[in-house]
């Protein structure tokens, strides 16, 4: 099975400012690579799918990169609503396993 | 408006059996590949089981941990998903969430999901 890990696990950040999450895999998974926002009590949405293209409805502040191992993202500003868990997941191979999460709060 | 509604969660003794269902509408169900995603209390997200949409034959893939315990179904007609659990252990407790895939294949992004359903399974 391919291994996710992300970094930070958690992190605070003021509003408006520039947040980056790190995504690795244990092998190459080309860009296969999606991210997910979950609320507390609420479901995971789909952010971003093959690690750049945005969800339709999500607002732009939320981008993604990389390809092979290595995957960044980043909310450009960020605001309250944002406050959530952050997932990263693979689907290059089954099973599709998904990173630890990182939680981000407002400081 | 892609809407994915999850039930059948419910208190069960190990060992016990239980049935989830998931009703979706708003898009054409039979074609899309869907997944069970699952979540213990205070953890991350793992996922349990894939059923491809009805171009690649409705194939069903399982999780190593639930293989031969565990099975996926849909009614294509009725616009459901369901997950079979037997053998149930403390193990699997957690939070059922459905999810659609993207396209036919099982390897997706999961680009809407349902509000979960909470299995317990408790002596």
């Known amino acids: 099975d391919i291994q996710m890990t992300q970094s930070p696990s958690s992190l605070s950040a003021s509003v408006g400012d520039r947040v980056t999450i790190t995504c690795q895999a244990s092998?190459?998974?080309?860009?296969?690579l999606n991210w997910y926002q979950q609320k507390p009590g609420k479901a995971p949405k789909l952010l971003i799918y093959?690690?750049?293209n945005l969800e339709t409805g999500v607002p732009s502040r939320f981008s993604g990169s990389g390809s092979g191992t290595d995957f960044t993202f980043t909310i450009r500003s960020l605001q309250p609503e944002d406050v959530a868990t952050y997932y990263c997941?693979?689907?290059?191979?089954?099973?599709?396993?998904f990173g630890p999460g990182t939680k981000v709060d407002i400081k | 408006e892609v809407q994915l509604l999850e039930s059948g969660g419910n208190l069960v003794q190990p060992g016990g059996s239980l049935r989830l269902s998931c009703a979706a509408s708003?898009?054409?169900?039979?074609?899309?590949?869907m997944s069970w995603v699952r979540q213990a209390p205070g953890k991350g997200l793992e996922w349990v089981s894939a059923?491809?949409?009805?171009?690649?034959?409705?194939?069903?893939y399982y999780a190593d941990f639930v293989k031969g315990r565990f099975t996926t179904s849909r009614d294509n007609s009725e616009k459901m998903l369901y997950l079979q659990m037997d053998s149930l252990s403390a193990e699997d407790t957690a939070i059922y969430y459905c999810?659609?895939?993207?396209?036919?294949?099982?390897?997706?992004?999961?680009?809407?999901w349902g509000q979960g359903t909470l299995v317990a399974v408790s002596s």
């Open positions: 999810a659609k895939a993207r396209g036919q294949l099982e390897l997706s992004d999961f680009d809407k």
């Open positions: 708003g898009f054409t169900f039979s074609s899309y590949a």
């Open positions: 059923i491809s949409g009805i171009g690649s034959g409705g194939t069903t």
């Open positions: 092998q190459d998974i080309s860009n296969y």
């Open positions: 093959y690690a750049s």
């Open positions: 997941q693979h689907f290059d191979s089954l099973p599709p396993t």
